[in-house]
């Protein structure tokens, strides 16, 4: 797997296979940036070749050049950085974390790679040392197959025995991390947090990326088991399966779940550090695959729709980044795990339910389903009575409609816990807008015959979805929902430190929200 490590050596002493360093706009074309630590004879010869090949400099601009004199490295990748001069020393935290990671996609192969871009504080190390590793991510799409020797499977292969766990990620380099922070303490521990950040999200992407047939709720409930057990967190694993949840009154993601020849789990991890400054929780859809259910979705509408436990990956990943970080903050994870499908014992329009809370709920279109699972979720992390409780969940179109594929939109019942949710995301390079819950849209959920109905109509339908949500949540708890329905799945090319697939969007987020708890 890939690794992250600092270094203070002079990058053109670096004997590595490849040095990456940045590339500025300038009024008079371009330029280096600064960090580099190149001599003038490399430095000369990078900026005629840059001339002669017509570079931007622009976001998302690679250039590579074998044999440049005067430095180790067998080639030097040069990576947009955007506009500024070759004296700049500070650059938005986004703009490095970008240009790290789309110079990282380009050598996936190399073993060794040095990066010597702008980093004169901690964040900023910090940012470059986590596009770094971002970049480096490599789906292995043989690890399924190995499992069980052929795609077509889509039951365990003997009673009892699951069939495939998520696929690791491909070996990455090594990456060394040109520090112009120094090398305190600060900037060690910014590239180690950087390194278990990085892991646990491609973690996330892997799970994401996993084919259906091979990932549904008990297949996934063992592969957190397996990572849990191959880590040095200390996180224990319990999971409530199909008869247990029926017996426990979860009767919305027993809905959702009764469709499918692959029962429903809620999987609970929890990290409990000795001395805790907060107890948190954290509640991730896992829609393993939704088809829609008898409210079947068009085909291509099917396509990307093994994304759907985007949020329970995201939760799974940081309740471990978070015990591998050894955070003195109590953190427990609720997977609410599900496949959604259309059968003669699925869910219908009409149907009632009894939610976890004795809430009961009027099923208006069983494509709405998520927000059935993380209600059940929700009232059984406020049953712990948390600080805080966050919700992650690939919900809604109107998401994706509002706010596009890149931001995530985020609800709450607090609108101080929601900035706070907001800034985590900010900080962390994983964009987020506040959204309101207005009060006056709580009718849209009037039903003569349940307690509310689980959808509104069209119009709001992000919002409707938030609303719902809030009527599990404990009183006087903290809360805030995160939809991710763009974000989480890249189904065009890879940009910056972001692949294609996957993305693993919402472990920074969550890891950074996280550390705002430990005081």
Not at 214 to 232: C, E, I, N, Q, W
Not at 387 to 402: E, F, N, R
Request: aromatic share 4%; glycine share 12%; proline share 7%.
């Amino acid at each position: 797997m890939t690794s992250v490590s600092l270094t203070t050596r002079t990058p053109a002493e670096l004997p590595v296979d490849c040095l990456v360093i940045g590339s500025v706009q300038t009024p008079d074309g371009t330029d280096l940036a600064t960090g580099h630590g190149l001599p003038r004879k490399a430095v000369v010869h990078l900026q005629a070749v840059l001339a002669d090949l017509e570079a931007t400099g622009k976001a998302d601009e690679v250039v590579r050049v074998v044999a440049v004199p005067g430095v180790k490295a067998t080639s030097v990748v040069v990576t947009g950085l955007g506009e500024g001069t070759s004296r700049r020393a500070t650059y938005p935290h986004t703009v490095l974390r970008s240009a790290a990671g789309a110079a990282l996609r380009t050598v996936r192969g190399k073993r060794t790679v040095a990066v010597a871009l702008p980093t004169p504080d901690v964040e900023s190390l910090s940012a470059v040392a986590d596009g770094a590793y971002a970049g480096c991510y490599v789906y292995d799409r043989s690890a399924p197959l190995a499992v069980v020797g052929t795609a077509r499977r889509t039951v365990p292969a003997r009673p009892g025995k699951p069939t495939a766990t998520a696929g690791p990620t491909a070996s990455g380099p090594r990456v060394l991390v040109v520090s112009g922070a120094g090398q305190g303490r600060a900037a060690k521990d910014a590239v180690t947090r950087a390194g278990i950040l990085g892991s646990a999200r491609d973690w996330a992407r892997d799970l994401v990326n996993t084919p259906p047939n091979y990932l549904y709720p008990a297949s996934f409930a063992d592969a957190v088991k397996k990572r849990v057990a191959g880590s040095t967190a200390r996180v224990t694993v319990s999971v409530l399966d199909d008869k247990a949840l029926v017996k426990g009154g979860f009767g919305g993601i027993v809905g959702v779940g009764q469709g499918s020849v692959h029962p429903p789990r809620i999987v609970t991890m929890s990290y409990s550090p000795a001395s805790p400054k907060a107890s948190v929780a954290l509640v991730g859809k896992g829609i393993t695959f939704d088809s829609g259910g008898l409210n079947i979705k068009p085909s291509s509408g099917m396509v990307t729709m093994k994304c759907d436990m985007a949020g329970a990956a995201a939760v799974a990943a940081t309740v471990i980044a978070a015990a591998e970080l050894a955070l003195p903050v109590a953190v427990t994870g609720y997977l609410c795990l599900a496949e959604n499908m259309p059968s003669g014992t699925a869910q219908r329009p009409s149907d009632v339910v009894v939610m976890r809370n004795g809430t009961s709920v009027e099923i208006l279109d069983t494509d709405a389903e998520g927000r059935m699972v993380l209600g059940d979720g929700l009232c059984l992390a406020s049953e712990k009575d948390p600080d805080w409780v966050v919700d992650i969940a690939t919900l809604t179109g109107a998401q994706v409609v509002a706010l596009g594929t890149d931001i995530a939109g985020v609800m709450g019942n607090d609108d101080t816990f929601r900035s706070r949710v907001v800034d985590a995301a900010d900080a962390s390079g994983e964009g987020a807008w506040p959204m309101p819950l207005p009060v006056e849209m709580r009718a849209k959920l009037d039903t003569p015959t349940a307690d509310l109905a689980h959808k509104g109509d069209r119009d709001g339908g992000m919002l409707t979805a938030g609303i719902f949500l809030k009527e599990f949540v404990g009183e006087g708890i903290p809360w805030a929902h995160v939809d991710i329905a763009g974000p989480a799945f890249n189904d065009k090319g890879p940009k910056g430190h972001t692949p294609k697939g996957g993305t693993g969007f919402g472990v920074a987020t969550l890891l950074a929200l996280v550390e705002s708890s430990a005081g």
